[in-house]
C-alpha cells in the first residue's frame, strides 16, 4: 500500500506548528487551525496515494492553497516570517506538487 510520506510529514508540520502557536501565544485559533489543516492534509494526501483515482489529489490540493491563502494573507498583514511566510510558502509548494501530480 503505497504512502505519501512527504504530504503526511506536511500534515505533521502543520498540526506541531498548531500546538506551538497555541503553546507560545496562547491561540485556540492556531490549535484549531494547525490540527484541523493537518488532519485534512493528512488523511487526503493518504487517500490520494492509495487510490487509482486521479480527482483524489484535488483535496489535498485545494486544502494546501486554501492554507497558504490563509497564512498569506497572514504574512502580509504582519510582514513576520515565522510561522505565516513558512507556512504560505511550504503550502505553496505542496500544492505546485500536488498540481504536478493531477497534471502528469
Same mark, same amino acid.
Given at each position: 500500500m503505497p504512502t505519501d510520506i512527504l504530504g503526511i510529514s506536511f500534515a505533521v508540520f502543520v498540526a506541531i506548528g498548531g500546538i506551538i502557536g497555541a503553546v507560545k501565544a496562547g491561540s485556540t485559533q492556531s490549535l484549531v487551525y494547525g490540527l484541523v489543516f493537518g488532519l485534512l492534509i493528512g488523511g487526503t494526501s493518504h487517500a490520494a496515494a492509495t487510490s487509482a483515482s486521479r480527482t483524489t489529489i484535488l483535496a489535498p490540493l485545494l486544502s494546501c492553497l486554501a492554507l497558504g491563502i490563509i497564512m498569506g494573507k497572514?504574512? $502580509?498583514?504582519?510582514?513576520?516570517?515565522?510561522?505565516?511566510?513558512?507556512? $504560505?510558502?511550504? $503550502?505553496l509548494l505542496m500544492t505546485l506538487r500536488f498540481a504536478a501530480k493531477y497534471i502528469l
Open positions: 497572514r504574512y $502580509s498583514e504582519t510582514q513576520k516570517f515565522m510561522p505565516g511566510g513558512l507556512i $504560505s510558502a511550504a $503550502s
